[in-house]
C-alpha cells in the first residue's frame, strides 16, 4: 500500500467520527431500543449490502493495474460466497436475521430512505471511476466491522440471540479484505490519484455518517426514519 496515502486516510477524522458515532452508543445502552427499532435498522442496512457486490464488479472492470483488479476481486469472491451462493453474505444476512424472529419483509423489503438511496447511488457512481472507486471500497473497508458490529449488537440486545452467522463471518473476513483494499491502492501512485483517493473515502464516510445520523434521530424520538 501506498504509504503516502495510508497516513492520509487513517488520520482523517471524519473516519473517527464514523466508527465512533453515536447510534452505536444508543444500541448499546439505550433502554427503549425494541425489536421494531432494530428491524428498521436492518431494513436500510439491506440496500448497501445488496449493492455492494455490484459496485465491486463495476470497480473491477474501471481500475487501472491488473494488480488493482486482482485485489478486488478477491473481496468480490467472498462476498458472493467463495463459489458457493449459501454463503454470500447477503444470503447469510437474510437467513440470520430471519432466524431469530425478523420478517424477510422487514429485511429485504423495506423501501429505502433519502440518506440510504443518497448512498447507494453514491456507490454506483463512485464504481465508474478508478480512483474514486477505491476511495470508496477501502473507507468502506477500514470503518465495516465497527458498522456490522453495532448492527450486531442491536440485534442481539433485542433477541437475545449470542450466535449471529453474518456478523461472525464479517468478524473473520474482515481482516483480509482490509488487506486486499490496501493491496489495491498500490506503491505508484501520483499526487493527484492520491487526492482523489481520498476524497473519496471522505465522501464515502460521510454518506455512512449520514446513513446513521438518519437512523439514530429516529431512534432517539422513537419513531420510524424519515
Known sequence: MNAAIRDVLMKDSRRAELVNHRFFSRVRTSRDLDKEQVARFLGQWWHPLHYFPTFLSRLVSNVRDLEMKTAVSKILWEELGEGKVERAHERIYVSTMTSVGFPVEAISGAAALPTTERLVARYADASGDCWSGLGFLYGTEVADLAMVSGIGVSVRRVTGE???????????????????AQDALVAELSELEIRKIHEGAREMWTLWIAFFDTLDDAAAAGLAPS
Request: negative net charge; without cysteine.
Open 162 to 180: 449470542k450466535h449471529l452467522p453474518w456478523v461472525t463471518i464479517h468478524a473473520h473476513q474482515e481482516p483480509g479484505h482490509i488487506e486486499s
